[in-house]
């Protein structure tokens, strides 16, 4: 990156838990940056008490000058200037900047006039100087002298009181000493101003991120649920962020509605943007392939009228997928039963992005999904009855929770190369007797199996993937103890493997914070760390 005659090199930082500051460092001379000139006293005269700092070592991208509003650490800190010397240099003798500057006393920040680091907090050896006997007892947090809270940049003692920086809690003011130090960081937790916590999470509320994200302490969505109660809701999970709900962006599609067919409505999303498009009952189904390309956002969402028998079906054999993603497009799938097409997919993702919830894909000649440098995310859906299952080639991202994977007579259920595959507490299996596993992987590929269960009835291993990390799971062949069985199922050769009480895989899995509390069919998990049943399906006693 280069700014203002020089050039930086960058690196990010951890700031409250995720990934968010930008540091910066000087390569080469450049005679308007702060750090070569005077260091703050430059800031001073530029900026006044808004900029008052010289971060000439390590700066966010939009301080072009490298003056920063409150004081970085010293090993990215540059008070005097001129030569370029850190602040924690034992040499360092700064000249004053003005008598109102953000000390409050003509200290040149944390230095002083004149002063080291080591006179300013303490000396090699331990010994307290003048500086730290004037503040004893003033606090017993041991923060940074101050007048105002400019110098109280560390995050655990964001605030001044009586003279020096403390925690958000010792001020008595709490989430409205927050507030006033920073809208945007209203809320006083373990001290420290924050966005939001779990138990406040106000300031998310109402707004198009409404619930607060703990870890990083910032407002998101993670589920269509939390964007509203309506058809219209939903969220754009890789963002964060709710649909806009306004007319233009919703587009009901069906029998009586603004939109006949999936086509009429996508027409009316323009590149770089996002649509909802609601599926009512189409003519009896909705019989179409669709291509979503591009800078676009739509998630398909079943309506609460539609009858749950409606199917997105394409009996055109013309070799297209059902639903082709392309160009960096997004699709959010919610409820929608995708069956009986023909073409090399039911659902192809190349160099885009899709997820699909509550949905089934079946009944397809071909592969049920493809990646292709892709992301995929499949949730409590049934993959089953297709010509191949799902594959993950070139670099893709595959995730299966709570997923049914039945794969083809002949093939694999899932089949990764090159690719990163993380299946939890999803059940595969293939109902072949030849030598394919229901999971291959080539070597080059990472594979994560988790309070999975992975099935073969047939004479091969049910895994065919070195180096898989199978966590908490359960294999089950003809090789392994006890010998796969296929009356541990409802209906095996037919794809259904939901469990009958029979089974052994309870205890085998572990379930841990983070992870479902339900299971495919929303039956019950432990939801407390322990013994669970690995796969997709907990067996309810009738």
């Known amino acids: 990156m280069q700014r203002f005659g020089h050039s930086l090199a960058c690196l990010t930082l951890p700031l ?77 003798t700064c000249v004053d900047v003005a008598d109102d500057a953000s000390t409050g006393d003509g200290m040149a920040a944390a230095t002083g006039t004149g002063m080291t680091d080591e006179d300013a907090t303490g000396t090699a050896d331990g010994s307290s100087t003048a500086s730290e006997e004037e503040s004893e007892g003033s606090s017993t947090t041991g923060g940074l002298e101050c007048t ?23 001020t008595g003011e709490g989430n409205a000493a927050c507030e006033a ?16 916590t779990a138990e406040q999470p106000g300031v998310c509320l109402g707004t198009a991120t409404p619930v607060c994200d703990v870890a990083g302490s910032r407002c998101v969505c993670t589920a269509h649920e939390q964007c509203g109660p309506g058809d219209e809701a939903a969220c754009h999970i890789v963002a964060g962020t709710c649909f806009p709900s306004d007319e233009s962006s919703v587009h009901h599609v069906g029998n009586g509605q603004a939109f006949p067919t999936l086509g009429d409505a996508l027409a009316m999303v323009p590149e770089g943007s996002e649509a909802v498009l609601v599926l009512h009952d189409g003519d009896p189904d909705f019989n179409e392939a669709i291509a979503l390309t591009g800078a676009r956002v739509v998630a398909f969402k079943l309506a609460s009228d539609a009858s749950p028998e409606l199917q997105w079906i394409h009996s055109d054999n013309d070799g297209e997928a059902t639903l082709n993603l392309s160009g960096g497009a997004v699709a959010y799938l919610r409820g929608i039963r995708l069956r009986f097409g023909s073409g090399a997919a039911v659902v192809a993702v190349e160099g885009a992005t899709a997820t699909l919830q509550d949905c089934e894909v079946s009944g397809h000649d071909g592969l049920a999904i493809s990646a292709d440098g892709a992301s995929v995310v499949v949730d409590r859906s049934i993959v089953d009855g297709n ?85 908490t799971s359960a294999l089950a062949d003809s090789t392994t103890d006890p010998i796969f069985d296929v009356a541990w199922f409802s209906d095996y050769d037919n794809g259904d493997f939901h469990l009958q009480m029979s089974h052994p895989f309870g205890g085998v899995a572990s379930w841990q914070v983070g992870d479902p509390v339900t299971d495919i069919d929303g039956d019950p998990r432990p939801a407390v760390p322990g013994p669970d049943v690995a796969g997709a399906d907990v067996p309810i006693n009738p």
Request: glycine fraction near 12%; charged fraction near 15%; include cysteine.
């Open 148 to 170: 105002d809270t400019l110098p109280c940049t560390d995050l655990a003692n964001p605030l001044c009181a009586g003279g020096v920086c403390v925690p958000c809690t010792e």
């Open 181 to 196: 130090l920073d809208t945007g960081l209203p809320v006083c937790a373990a001290g420290q101003c924050v966005l939001c």
């Open 387 to 471: 010509g191949g299952g799902i594959e993950a080639t070139t670099g893709s991202t595959l995730t299966l929770t709570n997923v049914f994977v039945n794969g083809p007579v002949n093939g694999n259920a899932v089949s990764v190369e090159g690719s990163t595959l993380t299946a939890v507490y999803s059940t595969l299996g293939n109902a072949t007797f030849d030598d394919d596993a229901a999971l291959r992987c080539d070597e080059t590929s990472m594979v994560v199996l988790r309070n999975a269960l992975v099935l073969s009835q047939g004479g091969s291993s049910a895994i065919d993937c070195t180096g898989a990390d199978t966590l």
């Open 16 to 92: 409250l838990g995720s990934w968010l500051g930008i540091a910066c460092w000087v390569d080469e001379d450049n005679a308007d940056y702060c750090a070569r000139q005077e260091g703050d006293a430059t800031c001073w005269e530029r900026h006044g008490a808004d900029l008052p700092f010289c971060g000439g070592r390590c700066v966010a991208a939009e301080y072009e000058d490298g003056c920063v509003p409150t004081r970085p650490a010293n090993d990215c800190y540059i008070p005097c200037g001129g030569e370029m010397t850190l602040a924690d240099d034992p040499d360092v």
